[in-house]
């Protein structure tokens, strides 16, 4: 599996959607990630983000795996775009390490890490762009169009390919979640690779705004095999869910 599968997620990282909050307000929370065949136990996201008001200015989300290993972690910074933050994830037992390291008015500069080889590109900045976790403000503020049936088409900078593809989300369904509406939309390549990706499926509340699950790819290997974790389900409910490890990983103070 590329890399290219693995990062266009979210993925619980790359996609996560949070509510407005008073200024400068932080937010922790958990995604709790399970194998979304054998509803195996496969690792831990913490999450620590700052917001103002609604706008998401900054954080970081840790990777443990279920004995609290650190896995990997990024670190996340929107004060130059809402929808392409200045980011940077490393995953040391991988020896791999992405980030998009700098925008300027015209470029859009991507470095990747792997094996103690570097590699660096730059693609020219349009309008429209979405990088990393940006993915999910480009969510929130298209909800709307989504939920009326319209398709949602931007390009997604992929910085492990070094590169930008076309990417298309629409909507798959309705429902509700603790008597809450939810709507469920699907992602994928807006070009022949959506025969080669299997497609993202993610449930957002849409009173909260707030992602609710998500089915997919991973952005993390299984330490045993090397393997991407290829179908995984990701929650981020209030409280730990049946499965989830009983001593969770602290959050930063």
């Known amino acids: 599996m590329t ?28 995604g ?28 970081s989300v840790r ?19 809402p929808y392409i933050p200045l980011f940077r994830s ?17 470029a859009i500069e991507l470095e990747k890490l792997f094996e103690g080889k570097q590699q660096k590109a730059s693609i020219d900045r349009q309008p429209g762009m979405v990088a990393d976790a940006g993915f999910n403000c480009y969510i929130v503020d298209h909800l709307a169009d989504l939920s009326s049936g319209k398709t949602a088409q931007f390009a997604f900078i992929v910085a492990g390919q070094l590169d930008k593809y076309s990417f298309r989300l629409k909507k798959a369904g309705d429902g509700t979640v603790d008597g809450h509406p ?3 939309i699907k992602g994928e390549p807006d070009s022949f690779l959506r025969y ?10 849409l009173q909260t705004k707030t992602l609710v699950e998500y089915r997919g790819t991973s952005n993390l290997h299984d330490p045993q095999s090397g393997k991407v974790y290829s179908a995984v389900r990701i929650i981020y409910p209030s ?15």
Do not use: C
């Not at 990777?63 to 775009?81: A, V």
């Open 90 to 106: 490393k995953f040391p037992s991988e020896h791999y390490e992405e980030a998009v390291a700098n925008l300027t008015s015209n």
């Open 32 to 59: 709790f990630a399970f194998d979304d065949t054998t509803g195996k136990y496969l690792y831990t996201e913490v999450h620590q983000h700052i917001y103002d008001g609604d706008r998401w200015l900054s954080g």
């Open 239 to 253: 409280k730990p869910p049946a499965g989830a490890p009983v001593q969770l990983p602290a959050f930063d103070n």
């Open 196 to 205: 080669l990706i299997s497609p993202l499926q993610m449930t957002y509340d």
């Open 63 to 81: 990777y443990f795996s279920p004995d609290n290993h650190l896995m990997g972690e990024k670190t996340l910074d929107f004060s130059k775009d």
């Open 182 to 184: 939810v709507i469920k």
């Open 3 to 30: 890399r290219i599968a693995s990062t266009l997620v979210l993925l619980g990282s790359v996609i996560l959607a949070l509510p407005a909050f008073a200024a400068k307000e932080p937010r922790k929370f958990y």
